[in-house]
């Protein structure tokens, strides 16, 4: 059984990663604010070839990146959770949202991106990895 698993809130999406995660990053960018409804996505990277999703309700909405390339954004059409992006910026991973796994308590976030749209109130360690922007150039 594969360690990464997870869904959407009413599990009509439902996904799993052959492959342990790459990295963990937390995204303080205006869209993850709004499309999570929150103050930040918390992303778990994992390699694309080994991630499998099995969902009678998806819908994509094709977002566009600071980098002028496409994020594709899929969540449940049913309940509207946001599980996971697909980036053309980095066409080899899946960004999953990491409050869609079944265990989230195992992400441990190892970087923060878009510091610098940060809300006031989060609190980032002081020794935590920080890119003001993206993390990729
Ligand atoms: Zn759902
Ligand atoms: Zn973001």
Redesign the pocket.
């Known amino acids: 059984m594969s360690e990464i698993q997870g869904g ?6 439902r996904y799993e990663s052959a492959d342990t995660a790459i990295t963990s990053v937390v995204c303080h960018c205006s869209q993850c604010q709004k499309q999570s409804g929150s103050a930040f996505s918390i992303n778990l990277v994992v390699p694309a070839a080994g991630f499998r999703v099995i969902a009678s ?1 998806l819908a994509t909405y094709h977002d566009v990146g600071d980098s002028g390339l496409a994020v594709l954004r899929h969540f ?1 059409t ?4 946001p599980v996971y992006s697909e980036l053309d910026a980095n066409p080899g991973v899946v960004a999953v949202k990491a409050g869609t796994l079944d265990d989230p308590s195992r992400v441990h976030p190892q970087l923060h991106m878009w510091r610098d749209s940060a809300q006031p109130w989060v609190e980032i360690a002081d020794d935590a990895v920080c890119f003001p922007r993206n993390a990729v150039a």
């Not at 959407?8 to 999406?13: I, K, M, Q």
């Open positions: 959407c809130l009413c599990g009509a999406v309700a449940c049913r309940c509207g959770s």
